[in-house]
């Protein structure tokens, strides 16, 4: 909304936007990475819980006033601008003590111990791209600061990543940067957590794990490859809980480990692997950034039929996702993401295709037209209509042929929305599901860059 009226005032029309009380720090955070002194109309509490008569109160006497005063009165000051340290610049000497505390203390951490960005340090991971370090990939929201590589190089020596790591961490940022992957949603409400995925002969150069505990910390390039996703959008972006104000999870998720698929598995299975799905080869080093919003219980299942197996993920998966699935409804875009174990995945893929597993998916997940229609409302859309999205265009007809409340629709927009990825422990019978958040991370894919003087090859 604010990014909107921003727009809106630049042509010379004054504005004003509604803001929920608990969103008034992270609206001062836009504001300011926008450059445009912003009026804005603060509803008191959570309309969403409120009574007619206390909703109507509350517009009455506190936000209507302020809107008619942001409309007609005097505009904001513009807030005074914070002046942050050059790209290069030393800000301290000190103890590594004193350093791990002047970083908590000016939010530049995420609570965990660092590594300090020496020059010597971050002139390691530079050496490991041959781009400009002043290039700036993309001026990013929340706080309106330039992504460098420079940033990049200092954010990979922070968050605990080896020099090496460099040409993925440059290719993860700017797959999050592509407009399609909407960074500026990344502190929305519902507290969804990129999660990269690695694709390519990189995972066995660098020692990615994709057997046996794969999401677990531990595996140095798994977890800080992870990390300093966290510590981009927190450090680069501004998306932080409080005392920062730029992150508005309302109960938010820990970062995720990197993940990495299996493909030796995969191309023994005869399946293509998870980068060829995106159109890449297999020669190609690829990272994939795809955002998670609920993951699933362990999906157990076992026999030698690929249908037995399959009909459990469509149950454990519609058991999981079919509450949040509303939001793909409203936005048109859902991706479910499946991590095969490569037990079970030898099993499905010896008697079916990915494009049958998919087919599958879409068929046998349901919900009732009176279920999602209650989740969209009880979330945040009291005017929910699956007419209305049909009418737009963006669910298929079939989702409006009738008025019956308890007929059966595909939670699964589309087949091919569906996307599978073979990893985890070959010893036993576990898969697990990943959701993305619709229009927010939708899969975003960049072929990996390596410098002319690749050490790994």
Same mark, same amino acid.
């Given at each position: 909304?604010?990014?909107?009226?921003?727009?809106?005032?630049?042509?010379?029309?004054?504005?004003?936007?509604?803001?929920?009380?608990?969103?008034?720090?992270?609206?001062?955070?836009?504001?300011?990475?926008?450059?445009?002194?912003?009026?804005?109309?603060?509803?008191?509490?959570?309309?969403?819980?409120?009574?007619?008569?206390?909703?109507?109160?509350?517009?009455?006497?506190?936000?209507?006033?302020?809107?008619?005063?942001? =409309?007609?009165?005097?505009?904001?000051?513009?807030?005074?601008?914070?002046?942050?340290? =050059?790209?290069?610049?030393?800000?301290?000497?000190?103890?590594?003590?004193?350093?791990?505390?002047?970083?908590?203390?000016?939010?530049?951490?995420?609570?965990?111990?660092?590594?300090?960005?020496?020059?010597?340090?971050?002139?390691?991971?530079?050496?490991?791209?041959?781009?400009?370090?002043?290039?700036?990939?993309?001026?990013?929201?929340?706080?309106?600061?330039?992504?460098?590589?420079?940033?990049?190089?200092?954010?990979?020596? =922070?968050?605990?990543?080896?020099?090496?790591?460099?040409?993925?961490?440059?290719?993860?940022?700017?797959?999050?940067?592509?407009?399609?992957?909407?960074?500026?949603?990344?502190?929305?409400?519902?507290?969804?957590?990129?999660?990269?995925?690695?694709?390519?002969?990189?995972?066995?150069?660098?020692?990615?794990?994709?057997?046996?505990?794969?999401?677990?910390?531990?595996?140095?390039?798994?977890?800080?490859?992870?990390?300093?996703?966290?510590?981009?959008?927190?450090?680069?972006?501004?998306?932080?809980?409080?005392?920062?104000?730029?992150?508005?999870?309302?109960?938010?998720?820990?970062?995720?480990?990197?993940?990495?698929?299996?493909?030796?598995?995969?191309?023994?299975?005869?399946?293509?692997?998870?980068?060829?799905?995106?159109?890449?080869?297999?020669?190609?080093?690829?990272?994939?950034?795809?955002?998670?919003?609920?993951?699933?219980?362990?999906?157990?299942?076992?026999?030698?039929?690929?249908?037995?197996?399959?009909?459990?993920?469509?149950?454990?998966?519609?058991?999981?996702?079919?509450?949040?699935?509303?939001?793909?409804?409203?936005?048109?875009?859902?991706?479910?993401?499946?991590?095969?174990?490569?037990?079970?995945?030898?099993?499905?893929?010896?008697?079916?295709?990915?494009?049958?597993?998919?087919?599958?998916?879409?068929?046998?997940?349901?919900?009732?037209?009176?279920?999602?229609?209650?989740?969209?409302?009880?979330?945040?859309?009291?005017?929910?209509?699956?007419?209305?999205?049909?009418?737009?265009?963006?669910?298929?007809?079939?989702?409006?042929?009738?008025?019956?409340?308890?007929?059966?629709?595909?939670?699964?927009?589309?087949?091919?929305?569906?996307?599978? =990825?073979?990893?985890?422990?070959?010893?036993?019978?576990?898969?697990?599901?990943?959701?993305?958040?619709?229009?927010?991370?939708?899969?975003?894919?960049?072929?990996?860059?390596?410098?002319?003087?690749?050490?790994?090859?």
């Amino acid at each position: 909304m604010l990014r909107a009226a921003a727009l809106v005032e630049k042509l010379g029309i004054p504005t004003v936007s509604i803001i929920g009380s608990a969103f008034t720090k992270q609206a001062q955070v836009v504001s300011k990475g926008l450059g445009v002194p912003l009026a804005m109309g603060v509803y008191p509490g959570t309309p969403m819980v409120d009574s007619d008569a206390v909703l109507a109160q509350k517009v009455n006497e506190h936000l209507a006033p302020e809107l008619l005063y942001g =409309l007609t009165g005097k505009a904001p000051d513009q807030a005074p601008t914070e002046i942050e340290p =050059l790209a290069g610049e030393i800000i301290m000497k000190a103890s590594l003590d004193e350093i791990q505390e002047h970083f908590y203390q000016q939010m530049w951490s995420d609570g965990m111990p660092i590594v300090p960005p020496t020059r010597e340090r971050v002139q390691a991971f530079l050496n490991y791209t041959d781009r400009s370090p002043s290039e700036v990939l993309a001026v990013v929201p929340q706080e309106g600061r330039q992504a460098t590589i420079h940033a990049v190089a200092v954010t990979g020596v =922070l968050s605990g990543c080896r020099p090496e790591y460099m040409p993925i961490l440059i290719a993860a940022i700017e797959a999050m940067v592509d407009p399609h992957f909407r960074i500026q949603d990344c502190g929305s409400t519902p507290g969804w957590e990129p999660v990269v995925i690695v694709s390519g002969p990189i995972i066995k150069q660098l020692d990615f794990n994709h057997g046996q505990g794969m999401m677990r910390f531990g595996r140095q390039a798994n977890t800080s490859v992870g990390r300093f996703i966290r510590m981009f959008l927190r450090n680069i972006c501004g998306y932080r809980i409080p005392p920062g104000a730029g992150d508005k999870g309302s109960i938010g998720q820990s970062f995720l480990a990197a993940m990495a698929e299996d493909e030796e598995c995969a191309k023994e299975l005869g399946w293509t692997t998870f980068a060829q799905d995106k159109g890449f080869d297999l020669s190609d080093n690829v990272v994939t950034m795809h955002s998670v919003v609920s993951i699933s219980s362990p999906m157990y299942s076992a026999g030698d039929q690929a249908q037995t197996h399959v009909q459990q993920w469509a149950d454990i998966m519609g058991q999981s996702f079919t509450y949040w699935s509303h939001t793909g409804f409203k936005t048109g875009v859902w991706n479910p993401l499946i991590v095969a174990g490569p037990s079970v995945a030898k099993v499905v893929a010896s008697q079916w295709s990915k494009a049958q597993v998919r087919e599958y998916l879409y068929d046998h997940i349901k919900v009732t037209a009176r279920q999602i229609t209650h989740y969209a409302r009880m979330t945040s859309t009291p005017t929910f209509s699956l007419e209305k999205l049909v009418a737009d265009g963006i669910l298929a007809p079939e989702y409006a042929m009738s008025d019956d409340p308890d007929r059966l629709l595909n939670v699964i927009l589309h087949p091919d929305m569906v996307e599978i =990825l073979i990893a985890g422990d070959p010893g036993r019978n576990q898969s697990r599901a990943y959701m993305g958040n619709h229009i927010q991370g939708p899969p975003t894919s960049r072929k990996v860059v390596l410098p002319k003087h690749w050490p790994f090859a």
